[in-house]
């Protein structure tokens, strides 16, 4: 590379001023197609970004939760950790192969 661009002339100030307005415009383009592509998708599918919820990963085990959870006509309604403890015995597990957690739970059964 030659040693031009990093010289104090004039001119190399000119090309570097030069280079750097033609990056920036690049940069500038490449947010703009981005942002339009996030909005055109988000308008379609309504999520864009962010972790994919238990609802959209496993809808059967937010189902299930929600069944778990659902008030008796007696009025007993199992708490958070007794809905976790049932579904870790089906075999419904975090991503690490734990019992849910009773935030998780809840989490679940409100959306």
Known sequence: M???FIEDTPTAVLVR???GA???FEKATTVAKLRAARQR???AVGKVEGRKSWAELSPELVATAKRLRRRSPKGHQRSLREVADELARWGFTNERGARFSASSIASMVSS
């Open 17 to 19: 001023q030069v280079l």
């Open 2 to 4: 030659p040693d031009f």
């Open 41 to 43: 998708k988000r308008e």
């Open 22 to 24: 033609i990056a920036q």
